[in-house]
């Protein structure tokens, strides 16, 4: 099925046009209602005819996409005659546009869905490779909680919020995950789990006032209060004429939407991995603590008023599938949360998360390398877009997925005399031995190469905050601007004997000569 309409092409001969992508159509309706539809037949935009008859729903050669009924009588169009030869375009993006000969956008239904992820994140490379399901039993934590004592350390029953910090900790460190893919049952491993696990609970915090006055936010005080209180069967899941005048507590629908969403967004907007707890029951019976989960956010995909968030769920190792979506549109009512993998979830929220020294011990445990494949003959390295690329010395590029084993490398092009490669905002930086900075994109396969300017006794390359860095042959620091044409490189500083350089979590690191990393900040 094509995701075009030509010129002189009638929708209502074809029925339906749909996206590359699939994922998403654009549908002629018997009723006379023009629809975008997303996946599972979720209705995203219309143009509100429905019950009119639609004989014709044609691009004409004069560029305006019109609805006729019977007898040639308008019904609706996209108001962009007066350019021969355009046409409409459903795209993978979710938007429908419509293009002049050259290119031009003309119209469109603004539907494109926004996808944001922390960069390098994703749950198969820097989540831990065994399930929070498979812990042995080991003696019980106990907190008190509202004057109970309840375990919270049995192994056994998930340290679910442990894997979640702990996650964080590495990735923000830099550190990565450890290969283990049994989980521990004592050792550095476990006991950093398990203090994280206890960390993630925000007992530090102090305890609210009780009873709640008012509308209080997430976390509220430490955790178990934050999930009593959520789990409190009296807490309405959609807004009362209570809580809209103030007098009573806002609904779950709300805190969820207007409270911590916006939390969630901001980490993600800002690079930030976002812990989320998960609220399964309801229950007052503080023993049912153990019954929810917390989960790590590493990504959204927002189409309206839809959200998607993705998820590094510790029940769910090595999998990048999972989601949990609601909608923002009415956080009065209630609101439903669709979870890939759990059954029920009445409530989320974003507790307080601090990044933790990581343990010497526990660093001697995971900082080692591991041998994961081969490189033959590479000259030069860099990683977007969920690929390795490689530039090796028979001048040829390829690219590999960066999974912790063996897989092949795939010749995508030609990589002519590179000493050292970056990439950032959906480019691939190469800079030559003849001085020369050139671009491409990362796709696979072979494109040209584009000259952007000069990159003058360039040994290695970087790529963080909006700018590239360099590191030449006479000890020096230089950045510019990652843009198309020729610009000025600015000296920032020293690189002395760097062999390699690169970015991540707002720190450059080098390699040296003398077998040595160093890392500094990039401003």
Same mark, same amino acid.
């Given at each position: 099925?094509?995701?075009?309409?030509?010129?002189?092409?009638?929708?209502?001969?074809?029925?339906?046009?749909?996206?590359?992508?699939?994922?998403?159509?654009?549908?002629?309706?018997?009723?006379?209602?023009?629809?975008?539809?997303?996946?599972?037949?979720?209705?995203?935009?219309?143009?509100?005819?429905?019950?009119?008859?639609?004989?014709?729903?044609?691009?004409?050669?004069?560029?305006?996409?019109?609805?006729?009924?019977?007898?040639?009588?308008?019904?609706?169009?996209?108001?962009?005659?007066?350019?021969?030869?355009?046409?409409?375009?459903?795209?993978?993006?979710?938007?429908?546009?419509?293009?002049?000969?050259?290119?031009?956008?003309?119209?469109?239904?603004?539907?494109?869905?926004?996808?944001?992820?922390?960069?390098?994140?994703?749950?198969?490379?820097?989540?831990?490779?065994?399930?929070?399901?498979?812990?042995?039993?080991?003696?019980?934590?106990?907190?008190?909680? !509202?004057?109970?004592?309840?375990?919270?350390?049995?192994?056994?029953?998930?340290?679910?919020?442990?894997?979640?910090?702990?996650?964080?900790?590495?990735?923000?460190?830099?550190?990565?995950?450890?290969?283990?893919?049994?989980?521990?049952?004592?050792?550095?491993?476990?006991?950093?789990?398990?203090?994280?696990?206890?960390?993630?609970?925000?007992?530090?915090?102090?305890?609210?006032?009780?009873?709640?006055?008012?509308?209080?936010?997430?976390?509220?005080?430490?955790?178990?209060?934050?999930?009593?209180?959520?789990?409190?069967?009296?807490?309405?899941?959609?807004?009362?004429?209570?809580?809209?005048?103030?007098?009573?507590?806002?609904?779950?629908?709300?805190?969820?939407?207007?409270?911590?969403?916006?939390?969630?967004?901001?980490?993600?907007?800002?690079?930030?991995?976002?812990?989320?707890?998960?609220?399964?029951?309801?229950?007052?019976?503080?023993?049912?603590?153990?019954?929810?989960?917390?989960?790590?956010?590493?990504?959204?995909?927002?189409?309206?008023?839809?959200?998607? !968030?993705?998820?590094?769920?510790?029940?769910?190792?090595?999998?990048?599938?999972?989601?949990?979506?609601?909608?923002?549109?009415?956080?009065?009512?209630?609101?439903?949360?669709?979870?890939?993998?759990?059954?029920?979830?009445?409530?989320?929220?974003?507790?307080?998360?601090? !990044?933790?020294? !990581?343990?010497?011990?526990?660093?001697?445990?995971?900082?080692?390398?591991?041998?994961?494949?081969?490189?033959?003959?590479?000259?030069?390295?860099?990683?977007?877009?969920?690929?390795?690329?490689? #530039?090796?010395?028979?001048?040829?590029?390829?690219?590999?997925?960066?999974?912790?084993?063996?897989?092949?490398?795939?010749?995508?092009?030609?990589?002519?005399?590179?000493?050292?490669?970056?990439?950032?905002?959906?480019?691939?930086?190469?800079?030559?031995?003849?001085?020369?900075?050139?671009?491409?994109?990362?796709?696979?396969?072979?494109?040209?190469?584009?000259?952007?300017?000069?990159?003058?006794?360039?040994?290695?390359?970087?790529?963080?905050?909006?700018?590239?860095?360099?590191?030449?042959?006479?000890?020096?620091?230089?950045?510019?601007?990652?843009?198309?044409?020729?610009?000025?490189?600015?000296?920032?500083?020293?690189?002395?004997?760097?062999?390699?350089?690169? #970015?991540?979590?707002?720190?450059?690191?080098?390699?040296?000569?003398?077998?040595?990393?160093?890392?500094?900040?990039?401003?």
């Amino acid at each position: 099925m094509s995701d075009t309409l030509n010129t002189n092409e009638d929708l209502t001969a074809t029925g339906a046009i749909t996206s590359s992508n699939s994922g998403s159509t654009l549908v002629m309706q018997g009723d006379g209602n023009l629809v975008l539809y997303r996946p599972g037949g979720r209705a995203r935009w219309a143009t509100n005819t429905a019950g009119r008859s639609v004989s014709q729903a044609i691009m004409q050669g004069d560029g305006n996409f019109v609805m006729y009924g019977p007898g040639g009588e308008y019904i609706w169009d996209t108001a962009t005659d007066g350019h021969p030869g355009a046409r409409l375009v459903v795209q993978n993006d979710g938007n429908i546009v419509i293009y002049d000969p050259d290119g031009n956008a003309l119209w469109a239904t603004n539907t494109d869905i926004v996808h944001q992820a922390v960069p390098g994140f994703l749950p198969s490379t820097s989540g831990f490779h065994f399930s929070n399901s498979s812990f042995d039993h080991v003696p019980p934590i106990k907190i008190d909680i !509202l004057g109970n004592q309840i375990g919270i350390g049995d192994a056994a029953n998930g340290l679910c919020g442990g894997m979640v910090f702990a996650a964080r900790d590495c990735f923000e460190a830099g550190v990565p995950i450890p290969p283990d893919t049994a989980a521990p049952s004592s050792g550095p491993l476990f006991d950093y789990i398990v203090k994280r696990l206890l960390d993630s609970f925000n007992l530090i915090l102090p305890a609210p006032p009780l009873p709640f006055m008012g509308t209080p936010t997430p976390p509220l005080g430490p955790g178990p209060y934050t999930y009593m209180w959520l789990m409190n069967p009296a807490l309405a899941d959609h807004e009362t004429d209570a809580s809209k005048l103030g007098l009573s507590p806002h609904g779950r629908a709300w805190i969820m939407v207007k409270e911590e969403w916006p939390k969630i967004k901001a980490d993600i907007d800002n690079s930030r991995l976002s812990p989320v707890g998960m609220v399964e029951v309801k229950s007052l019976d503080p023993t049912q603590l153990g019954k929810n989960h917390q989960v790590l956010v590493y990504g959204y995909d927002l189409d309206g008023t839809d959200v998607t !968030l993705r998820l590094y769920d510790p029940n769910a190792p090595d999998s990048d599938s999972v989601t949990m979506s609601f909608s923002t549109a009415n956080p009065e009512h209630t609101t439903a949360v669709l979870n890939s993998i759990v059954p029920t979830v009445w409530c989320f929220f974003r507790p307080a998360y601090n !990044l933790a020294s !990581l343990l010497p011990d526990i660093a001697s445990h995971i900082k080692s390398w591991q041998h994961i494949g081969h490189a033959n003959g590479v000259a030069a390295m860099a990683a977007i877009n969920g690929k390795l690329f490689a #530039a090796t010395s028979d001048n040829r590029l390829w690219w590999r997925d960066p999974v912790g084993n063996d897989v092949s490398w795939e010749h995508i092009g030609h990589a002519n005399d590179v000493v050292a490669m970056a990439a950032i905002n959906g480019k691939l930086f190469a800079a030559t031995r003849d001085n020369r900075l050139w671009w491409r994109d990362p796709v696979g396969h072979d494109v040209n190469w584009e000259h952007i300017g000069h990159a003058n006794d360039v040994a290695a390359m970087a790529a963080i905050n909006g700018k590239l860095f360099a590191a030449t042959r006479d000890n020096r620091l230089w950045w510019r601007a990652p843009v198309g044409h020729d610009v000025s490189w600015e000296h920032i500083g020293h690189a002395n004997d760097v062999a390699a350089m690169a #970015a991540i979590n707002g720190k450059l690191f080098a390699a040296t000569r003398d077998n040595r990393l160093w890392w500094r900040e990039p401003m």
